[in-house]
């Protein structure tokens, strides 16, 4: 398949990596020259120097035989008008555009065929609404959902003295008192596919499947806290934060804003006046001390700046902030970032990414193409949904005789409206929905890959 993409900021050059080694052709457009050239001599594709909304820039780069177009350009105004000249030229073609302007919310929607918008991401939304979820759950880490929300696969740390330290994994279930799955854990860095006799030790972060109304009993049963988020400071006063404050104040939480960018708190103000907006340095203790952090339920770091987002949520860990929720806009050092308490750690850009690659993939196989995929383990596995239709193999057979590849996990199937996380007597049919985990070594475009 033969994919455009438009801008080689931080979001282009992660799909450039990803989809390029996934073996798409890819050609780059970037008005940066010396960008390109990184990228090319990094990665196997071509390159094109140019505005990416120019019609003659789209036609060096191939876009009346491209399947696809991707425009992750600085500018809403860009992408958008790079998507309509791109459909001009090619009206077969599939158009992706990152748009991140609130103000253009509406008519992104009710002019999504005007501009020949096969997909819009916004990734400070995605961001915000799964911030809102992290805190309807303040016990996990991160939360995956699967099958129309039924199924979630949640992330937990192992601590010093929680009742599964120490704990071989076919014991958890006396524990937890319901059914769950450890699909993966995460030690030292390096993504494990633990069998039943996988001993658990402090620090491995663990990622367990379970269905939606059992998440509760899972965090009571393991003696996790599971208070109310009532109270929620959000250091940051950009994009993330106004769409996760208008979330919160609509679900009955007291939020909180510190912003150092007077005219931003001005605007912050009026577009959300039941927020309490502080202009200050939210990197100043003295500032933090006397704005409550210690009475708050949970710490949101959303500044632009990773290091900042850091050093606050650790000052909030410090003082004793059940739930931080920490963005990172870049996640490479990944064994730096664990070693620091930093609660839950989340990328827009890698959300952003996932979302177009489940895109990429479902385009690439439509039938049978998988529902959803997502980057778990930090981004050492992904878990995979998919639907079985009349191609898939091994319909009706117990999951016992069935022969799958290494290092892949069958972690749920759905028949109908009832969800079971599977032994080796389960089935799947025709229209039940299979959700897998693998470590990534293969890509899984189809359910037939997963089988011997």
């Given at each position: 398949?033969?994919?455009?993409?438009?801008?080689?900021?931080?979001?282009?050059?992660?799909?450039?990596?990803?989809?390029?080694?996934?073996?798409?052709?890819?050609?780059?457009?970037?008005?940066?020259?010396?960008?390109?050239?990184?990228?090319?001599?990094?990665?196997?594709?071509?390159?094109?120097?140019?505005?990416?909304?120019?019609?003659?820039?789209?036609?060096?780069?191939?876009?009346?035989?491209?399947?696809?177009?991707?425009?992750?350009?600085?500018?809403?105004?860009?992408?958008?008008?790079?998507?309509?000249?791109?459909?001009?030229?090619?009206?077969?073609?599939?158009?992706?555009?990152?748009?991140?302007?609130?103000?253009?919310?509406?008519?992104?929607?009710?002019?999504?065929?005007?501009?020949?918008?096969?997909?819009?991401?916004?990734?400070?939304?995605?961001?915000?609404?799964?911030?809102?979820?992290?805190?309807?759950?303040?016990?996990?880490?991160?939360?995956?959902?699967?099958?129309?929300?039924?199924?979630?696969?949640?992330?937990?740390?192992?601590?010093?003295?929680?009742?599964?330290?120490?704990?071989?994994?076919?014991?958890?279930?006396n524990i937890a008192k319901c059914k769950i799955l450890v699909c993966a854990v995460l030690r030292n860095g390096k993504v494990v596919t633990p069998g039943g006799n996988f001993i658990l030790e402090a620090g491995d972060r663990i990622f367990v499947t379970a269905t939606a109304k059992n998440l509760t009993?899972?965090l009571k049963n393991l003696g996790i806290i599971t208070h109310k988020i009532k109270k929620v400071m959000i250091c940051g006063g950009g994009r993330v934060s106004f769409y996760l404050a208008e979330q919160l104040i609509n679900s009955g939480i007291t939020v909180k804003i510190i912003e150092n960018d007077?005219?931003?708190?001005?605007?912050?103000?009026?577009?959300?006046?039941?927020?309490?907006?502080?202009?200050?340095?939210?990197?100043?203790?003295?500032?933090?001390?006397?704005?409550?952090?210690?009475?708050?339920?949970?710490?949101?770091?959303?500044?632009?700046?990773?290091?900042?987002?850091?050093?606050?949520?650790?000052?909030?860990?410090?003082?004793?902030?059940?739930?931080?929720?920490?963005?990172?806009?870049?996640?490479?050092?990944?064994?730096?970032?664990?070693?620091?308490?930093?609660?839950?750690?989340?990328?827009?850009?890698?959300?952003?990414?996932?979302?177009?690659?489940?895109?990429?993939?479902?385009?690439?196989?439509?039938?049978?193409?998988?529902?959803?995929?997502?980057?778990?383990?930090?981004?050492?596995?992904?878990?995979?949904?998919?639907?079985?239709?009349?191609?898939?193999?091994?319909?009706?057979?117990?999951?016992?005789?069935?022969?799958?590849?290494?290092?892949?996990?069958?972690?749920?199937?759905?028949?109908?409206?009832?969800?079971?996380?599977?032994?080796?007597?389960?089935?799947?049919?025709?229209?039940?929905?299979?959700?897998?985990?693998?470590?990534?070594?293969?890509?899984?475009?189809?359910?037939?890959?997963?089988?011997?």
């Amino acid at each position: 398949m033969k994919i455009i993409i438009a801008g080689d900021g931080k979001i282009g050059a992660t799909l450039t990596r990803q989809l390029s080694q996934e073996g798409y052709d890819i050609t780059l457009i970037d008005s940066n020259n010396k960008v390109l050239e990184a990228s090319e001599e990094r990665y196997d594709i071509m390159s094109v120097q140019g505005n990416c909304a120019s019609m003659d820039v789209l036609e060096q780069a191939g876009v009346r035989e491209a399947e696809l177009l991707i425009a992750v350009a600085g500018d809403d105004e860009v992408n958008l008008l790079c998507c309509m000249t791109a459909h001009g030229i090619n009206s077969k073609i599939h158009t992706i555009a990152r748009i991140r302007n609130p103000e253009y919310t509406k008519q992104i929607y009710e002019m999504r065929e005007i501009f020949a918008l096969s997909l819009s991401i916004n990734p400070e939304k995605q961001t915000a609404v799964e911030i809102d979820r992290l805190l309807k759950y303040p016990g996990f880490l991160k939360r995956d959902t699967f099958v129309k929300g039924r199924v979630e696969i949640v992330e937990l740390q192992v601590v010093e003295g929680m009742k599964i330290c120490d704990m071989a994994l076919s014991e958890i279930s006396n524990i937890a008192k319901c059914k769950i799955l450890v699909c993966a854990v995460l030690r030292n860095g390096k993504v494990v596919t633990p069998g039943g006799n996988f001993i658990l030790e402090a620090g491995d972060r663990i990622f367990v499947t379970a269905t939606a109304k059992n998440l509760t009993i899972l965090l009571k049963n393991l003696g996790i806290i599971t208070h109310k988020i009532k109270k929620v400071m959000i250091c940051g006063g950009g994009r993330v934060s106004f769409y996760l404050a208008e979330q919160l104040i609509n679900s009955g939480i007291t939020v909180k804003i510190i912003e150092n960018d007077y005219d931003r708190c001005i605007l912050l103000s009026k577009l959300l006046p039941d927020a309490n907006i502080i202009f200050g340095d939210a990197t100043n203790e003295f500032l933090l001390d006397s704005e409550g952090i210690s009475e708050c339920d949970a710490l949101v770091t959303t500044t632009g700046v990773d290091e900042m987002n850091m050093i606050i949520s650790l000052y909030g860990k410090s003082c004793g902030v059940l739930k931080v929720i920490t963005k990172l806009g870049r996640l490479e050092n990944n064994n730096i970032i664990n070693n620091l308490s930093l609660g839950s750690t989340i990328s827009p850009k890698q959300l952003c990414c996932n979302t177009i690659v489940r895109y990429v993939r479902a385009l690439k196989n439509q039938e049978g193409g998988a529902v959803s995929v997502h980057s778990i383990a930090d981004g050492q596995a992904e878990a995979i949904e998919f639907i079985v239709d009349d191609n898939t193999i091994n319909c009706d057979r117990p999951l016992r005789e069935i022969h799958v590849k290494k290092n892949i996990l069958i972690v749920c199937i759905t028949h109908g409206f009832k969800t079971e996380i599977p032994n080796g007597d389960s089935v799947f049919r025709k229209g039940d929905i299979v959700v897998v985990v693998t470590n990534g070594e293969k890509i899984i475009y189809q359910l037939n890959d997963i089988f011997e």
